[in-house]
């Protein structure tokens, strides 16, 4: 099945900066999530985003959606340390039920 | 408190062993779902239930039992387990199915040797 990919695979910033994490996918989609995972828990969903919204906004976190592209991108401003985690990107194939998660985007912000 | 749980969260086993993971929910959530985690793999669908008594394989089957009597638990059987399945695995569950938001467990580490 497809999967997402992010990119890049880690990012390191400075507190305060902003952080923006992609995700490209192979064919049409539904939906597509973006997760957050604390080192060794389980998953946090953060937002969701379907294939007729172009953009939607979570409190510092600003997920877009350009399915011509078949792209997402995650963008996080004013970034914390408490930010410090894996990002996964989920999409699912037109019609089906089964999410594929991608490898992650490993983000560290540096206090 | 809504909340997905998964027992045991740390476990050792040896190869051929059988062992069950359990999983809870208390959402009241149709679908539930078991995956595994491994370095440079990310997060595979090991099998779905959309509901009691349906459930269906994911990517990465092979080796695993599920089943679905009720609606709030749904256990993961390994009846022979290998060194291969040495992962970290998550239960989730979602009102719907899992291309909606899923609320996963803490996750389970399982080391067999």
């Known amino acids: 099945s497809q999967q997402g990919e992010e990119d890049p695979q880690a990012l390191s910033i400075q507190e305060g900066e902003n952080a923006t994490m992609n995700c490209s996918y192979k064919?049409?989609?539904?939906?597509l999530q973006w997760y957050r995972q604390n080192s060794g828990r389980g998953l946090v969903h953060l937002i969701l985003?379907?294939?007729?919204?172009r953009e939607k906004h979570s409190g510092r976190l600003r997920v877009t959606l350009d399915t011509s592209k078949k792209s997402s991108s995650l963008l996080i401003t004013a970034s914390r340390a408490a930010d410090t985690a894996s990002y996964f990107c989920?999409?699912?194939?037109?019609?089906?039920?089964?999410?594929?998660f991608g490898r992650g985007t490993s983000l560290i912000v540096h206090p | 408190e809504a909340q997905v749980t998964q027992n045991p969260r740390y476990l050792i086993t040896v190869t051929g062993k059988k062992l069950t993971v359990t999983c809870s929910q208390n959402?009241?959530?149709?679908?539930m779902s078991w995956y595994r985690q491994d370095p440079g793999l990310g997060l595979r669908q090991i099998y779905y239930?959309?509901?009691?008594?349906?459930?269906d394989k994911g990517d990465v089957p092979e080796g695993y039992k599920v089943s679905r009597k009720e609606k709030r638990n749904f256990p993961l059987i390994l009846e022979s387990p290998s060194p291969n399945q040495t992962s970290l695995y998550f239960c989730a569950s979602s009102y719907v199915s899992g291309i909606e938001t899923q609320y996963f467990g803490p996750g389970t580490r399982l080391l067999v040797l």
């Open positions: 064919t049409s989609i539904n939906n």
């Open positions: 985003i379907r294939s007729n919204e």
């Open positions: 959402m009241n959530h149709e679908y």
């Open positions: 239930s959309m509901n009691v008594e349906v459930t």
């Open positions: 989920a999409t699912d194939e037109g019609g089906s039920y089964i999410p594929t």
